[in-house]
């Protein structure tokens, strides 16, 4: 083979990853519109009266999950499955913000931490990369982190609407979950980072938590009460 023709034959192979890639990118794309619509939905939590709307904007984020399924069974198709951490990159935002988002309906849902067997299910992918598309550990991790910060927010929020016990279940919440993280030797620098946040939400709840403490608003709910 002559120098000329081993590298039309490398170009070939670079125009072909790079069709390849494009494909990937326009998945990837209607992912993430589809993400901004769920998060739209749940944004709406936040409000005065979005307390009372939770059932409602749940359920109409776990249809908008459907189209997620869709969406991702379609990416499956853009690449060879064995080759899935080679174009991670191209999903590994998105999947991490779905995650998050599966997360929090469980969370508004159940007040219990989502799985990642769940989430996994929400999704329609695989936990165990050996079947293919998966929900790789540190994406699901990256989603429940920000699913914190999220709760903070709806902390502050669920006192601007009076509902004064919420906060309290939050902490006790994110305190947990704080200790589990604890647990955790994580040597990936971005999910480290993002860890690193934790304790500054852990901060704003516990605020939230002693304001309503010294102006004698919180009380622990009572077993088996209402959410």
Not at 25 to 46: D, N
């Amino acid at each position: 083979m002559s120098v000329t023709e081993m590298f039309s034959y490398i170009q070939g192979f670079l125009s072909a990853d790079q069709d390849v890639r494009e494909d990937i990118r326009k998945v990837v794309q209607s992912l993430e519109q589809t993400a901004r619509e769920i998060l739209t939905v749940l944004q709406s939590v936040h409000q005065p009266s979005g307390f009372k709307e939770i059932p409602t904007k749940c359920a109409k984020a776990r249809e908008l999950f459907c189209t997620v399924r869709m969406q991702i069974t379609d990416l499956k198709t853009k690449f060879p499955v064995e080759q899935y951490y080679r174009f991670h990159e191209h999903w590994r935002f998105v999947l991490q913000r779905l995650a998050f988002l599966a997360a929090f309906v469980v969370y508004l849902e159940s007040e219990a931490l989502v799985t990642r067997e769940e989430v996994a299910r929400i999704l329609g992918i695989e936990v165990e990369r050996e079947k293919g598309f998966h929900l790789d550990v540190e994406d699901y991790l990256a989603g429940v982190l920000i699913m914190a910060s999220e709760l903070s927010r709806l902390a502050v929020n669920s006192v601007t609407a009076g509902d004064y016990t919420r906060p309290l279940r939050i902490s006790n919440f994110i305190n947990e979950l704080d200790s589990g993280f604890r647990l955790l030797n994580l040597k990936n620098d971005p999910l480290r980072k993002r860890y690193d946040g934790l304790k500054y939400d852990v901060k704003k709840i516990e605020e939230v938590v002693y304001d309503l403490s010294i102006r004698g608003l919180a009380k622990e709910p009572e077993a088996g009460g209402d959410k």
